[in-house]
């Protein structure tokens, strides 16, 4: 089969900024590559404007946009803050909290976009941690690991999750079956991994960092559960399309006399929405050239079967590690038809971003909020926890899908 040479180099090009983060020597981080690449298929002719427009996939960057103005309600709204405050001052053992807080941020997680609850809840728990004369490190490991393990439950925990739900049209009920015992057992492992390693040395003595909080609002937070219970019945009991339902609960929270929709919008993570659109024209012009034909024959030769579940499963773990788990599901989605597939790559993909600190977007957003209120978490702490916890729920994933097969 003849490839394009120009959709080969810039496929490189883009997939290698991924592995990197970005490009050496110049000021691209992974969108910034991302949104180069597309750039160059449509100035070179692979595509025009039409077929880009025509290769987003705008029901999942709907739905994504949807689910993050729902949790920026809960977010502007004090529903974080007025949670996780709340939780830190009963009158729990260290060890107790630190498995409170791993439960409510997995939880959290698991019906709103992970990297909005890591945001609002980090600097909450280290005021705390502070106050009451414990090490804000392991709780910050916990909300991050949590949040990953907990988002992994629904199709609408995080990002890679909704692109596969979409893409594959899974049912969402069908989904949290698959996904339940993997991730309960998941955060159960957070907390016993993580107190176990600071079982000795959990307390610290650590200044009370000045911390900006938000106001909590009953009105707004009644409103965005009222509208986020509704949105949830849509999920599970109606074949109403995600990307409409959550931009129409996105459209009901606009309509406020207090929160203006400026407020909302600047909240939004559009750097991400923006990385999904340049991969998906990427992608479509990837596709079209039969490079993803040519890797399946390739890695068939190796022995590598991409149908066959292990494989999979240990191909997108690796995969997610090297380029990070949205532009590896985007990669791998068109490659494989196990009937499994769904369930798969969401799982493993999620689980896999626990590995390494650079393992996904919510592992960055706690250090570097942590680092905002002088708190440092290093790459050897965070894979002190992650490697094993990493390597214990994607045994548990694989397993139990291997008994639902």
């Given at each position: 089969m003849d490839i394009d040479l120009t959709v080969?180099?810039?496929?490189?090009?883009?997939?290698?900024?991924?592995?990197?983060?970005?490009?050496?020597?110049?000021?691209?981080?992974?969108?910034?590559?991302?949104?180069?690449?597309?750039?160059?298929?449509?100035?070179?002719?692979?595509?025009?404007?039409?077929?880009?427009?025509?290769?987003m996939?705008?029901?999942?960057?709907?739905?994504?946009?949807?689910?993050?103005?729902?949790s920026v309600q809960f977010r502007l709204g004090g529903f974080y803050t007025k949670v996780v405050a709340y939780v830190a001052n009963l009158p729990l053992s260290p060890y107790v909290l630190l498995g409170a807080?791993?439960?409510?941020?997995?939880?959290?997680?698991?019906?709103?976009?992970?990297?909005?609850?890591?945001?609002?809840?980090?600097?909450?728990?280290?005021?705390?941690?502070?106050?009451?004369?414990?090490?804000?490190v392991p709780f910050c490991l916990a909300i991050a690991l949590s949040s990953n393990v907990g988002s992994a439950l629904t199709l609408v925990g995080n990002p890679q999750n909704m692109l596969i739900g979409q893409t594959l049209h899974l049912s969402f009920s069908k989904y949290l079956w698959d996904a339940s015992v993997p991730v309960v057992l998941g955060l159960f492992c957070v907390w016993g991994v993580i107190a176990f390693l600071w079982r000795k040395n959990i307390c610290r003595e650590t200044g009370i960092p000045s911390v900006e909080t938000i106001r909590f609002n009953p009105w707004q937070t009644t409103k965005g559960l009222i509208v986020l219970a509704g949105l949830l019945f849509v999920f599970l009991f109606t074949s109403i399309p995600r990307g409409i339902s959550a931009l129409t609960a996105a459209g009901i929270l606009f309509l406020s006399r207090k929160m203006a929709s400026?407020?909302?919008?600047?909240?939004?993570?559009?750097?991400?929405?923006?990385?999904?659109?340049?991969?998906?024209?990427?992608?479509?012009?990837?596709?079209?050239?039969?490079?993803?034909?040519?890797?399946?024959?390739?890695?068939?030769?190796?022995?590598?079967?991409?149908?066959?579940?292990?494989?999979?499963?240990?191909?997108?773990?690796?995969?997610?590690?090297?380029?990070?788990?949205?532009?590896?599901?985007?990669?791998?989605?068109?490659?494989?038809?196990?009937?499994?597939?769904?369930?798969?790559?969401?799982?493993?993909?999620?689980?896999?971003?626990?590995?390494?600190?650079?393992?996904?977007?919510?592992?960055?957003?706690?250090?570097?909020?942590?680092s905002l209120h002088g708190v440092r978490i290093t790459w050897k702490q965070h894979a002190l926890v992650g490697i094993p916890i990493t390597i214990i729920t994607l045994c548990i994933a694989g397993a139990w899908l291997a008994f639902l097969q």
């Open positions: 080969l180099v810039v496929f490189l090009f883009v997939y290698g900024g991924m592995v990197l983060g970005g490009i050496p020597g110049l000021a691209l981080d992974r969108t910034g590559v991302a949104v180069l690449g597309a750039i160059a298929l449509t100035a070179t002719g692979h595509t025009n404007l039409e077929q880009a427009w025509k290769a996939d705008v029901s999942t960057l709907a739905l994504l946009l949807g689910l993050m103005i729902v807080t791993v439960w409510v941020v997995g939880v959290l997680s698991s019906v709103l976009v992970n990297d909005i609850v890591c945001l609002a809840t980090t600097p909450i728990v280290i005021e705390a941690c502070a106050k009451r004369r414990l090490d804000p400026r407020r909302f919008l600047g909240e939004v993570d559009w750097q991400l929405l923006v990385l999904f659109g340049g991969l998906f024209v990427i992608n479509d012009c990837v596709g079209r050239s039969g490079i993803p034909q040519m890797l399946v024959s390739e890695l068939r030769a190796l022995g590598i079967d991409m149908d066959s579940g292990v494989w999979l499963f240990i191909t997108t773990t690796v995969l997610s590690n090297l380029v990070s788990n949205v532009p590896a599901v985007m990669l791998l989605l068109p490659m494989s038809h196990h009937p499994q597939l769904g369930a798969i790559l969401a799982l493993s993909s999620t689980l896999a971003g626990n590995l390494l600190l650079v393992g996904s977007i919510a592992n960055l957003i706690v250090a570097d909020q942590a």
